[in-house]
């Protein structure tokens, strides 16, 4: 489905303060609307289109959008001081919530026209009067570019301050040859040394290491800290090799900077690389705690992703004999079942996904083991089996996790009709209908109790509510409403996400949806 056609589905639309009051009558709906058909598939439309759109409907949102698209078919036919124009605009300020998406279009527009002074005017006002927006780190940098090609470099640190203080590498970068412009070799090593220790996986980590060394300089980290800091940098980035020497570096050169979740991190680290036997040596140095059963859990999950089945399984044991109340004791057993469950390996699955259930039962986080197990009865037409460990999983493992429910529900009635519990049957199909009357499992179901009701030789049972097909029905019947987590912030991405849709810019308007979305 289109970008298009999903925002066309949205009513009504988006009001967000901080424009003017939207006039948001019939026809100018569907003017929107009409942009939006005119932008459909990359599409800009005859200028004079659009320009109907912006003179029929002054201070409306229809007519600013109906103005950035103008602008863009000035942009398409190479007309950058028109686009420019057209781009500085009072109804696009005032009705749109994509001021910021404008003023990007217009310093790019200022930029080709050859109006630096100005586009670089225009990068720093969408900085400034948008910090939220996700063009404002690119808009600095574009302001800061421009300083030091047009020979302003000496005012760089200071516009890019900010960025520098979190680490951003390419504003360090740039910080870095701002003072190198300026004779200041000692604020540009310092710059590119950031980069190098707190920056390390970065694209421009290459060019600070050398330029490190055309400084004649070496990048030996000066205290724990930066030693520290790479290390962790490349953990994070999950450069899991580099991740590994670092951390023996800096364990080498401050000796007494170690700690558990340093040590961890390491094992985690090797474990990752594929070191196995690094990763077992690191082990044995990491204490009692949840830092080792951490670690213990990514070494067993590493041995998994490389087949080492033997090993996955012995590290596993070691973590439940040592930590058997941690969560990553119960995540060990149930990922490394999946894995083998992905690989189709039915024996090292069956393996984990058993100790996981006998481990620990009825935990949420043991849903899909149980149900494999379950599964794996009903596929081998053990139907004794599977009746009763699915609807085990409905009476103790539907409540807390419903992503098997309907499945289940179904086939522990059917696998116990075909055991011959036909009592059980008939109450589990029931109980399906309650949730899942209008889904596939409750129309077979439907026709499974109609069968037995025209044979007329399963009567009706009551169960008790505390029995296994009480609580399973019960669980059949549940509803589990998502905690709304959406704010206001959200739903201003997702009013700009529909504009920019509108004006035909689907991959800025899925990049706005795509930060709401992580963010919700």
Known sequence: M????????????????????????????????????????????????????????PKTTAGGLAKIVHARTRLNAKDFAGAATLLDSSAIRDY??????ALWMRADALFQANRRVEARAAYEQLARDYPNSLQARDAMLHAAQLMIEDGQAAALPVALKQLAAKDDAAALLLTAKAYEQTGNSTGALAAYRRIYFFAPASAEAAEAT??????NSNASPANAEEAIARAEKFFAAKRFSEAYDAYGNAAASFPNSANTTLQAHRVIAAANARKFPEAASALNQVPNGEARAEAMFNLALAYGRAKQWAQARSIAD????????????????????????????????GYFYRAAVNFYPGAAEVTPAQFYLGWHAHEARNFAESSRLLTEHLAVYA?????????AGYWAARDSERAGMLAEARAIYQGLQARY??????????QRLDTMDRNGNV??????????????VANLQTVSVAEETAGRNEDERIAKADQLSIIGTDDWSLEELNVASSAA
């Open 399 to 407: 409540g807390n996790n419903s992503d098997f429910r309907g499945k």
């Open 96 to 101: 749109t919530v994509i001021g910021d998406y």
């Open 2 to 57: 289109s970008l298009s056609t999903i925002f066309a589905a949205l009513a009504p639309l988006f009001l967000i303060a901080g424009c003017r009051t939207l006039q948001q009558t019939p026809p100018e709906l569907k003017a929107r609307e009409t942009l939006r058909a005119m932008t459909r598939g990359n599409v800009l439309p005859a200028e004079d289109a659009v320009a109907r759109i912006e003179a029929e409907f």
């Open 318 to 349: 070691e973590l439940h004999r040592g930590f058997p109340s941690s969560p990553w004791a119960t995540r060990a057993f149930v990922q490394l079942g999946q894995h083998a469950e992905e690989l189709k390996d039915d024996v090292d699955a």
């Open 437 to 446: 009357d209008a889904n596939w499992y409750g129309y077979l179901a439907k």
């Open 459 to 472: 009567p009706r049972k009551d169960f008790a509510a505390d029995s296994p097909i009480g609580r399973a």
């Open 210 to 215: 050398a330029s490190i060394a055309r400084l």
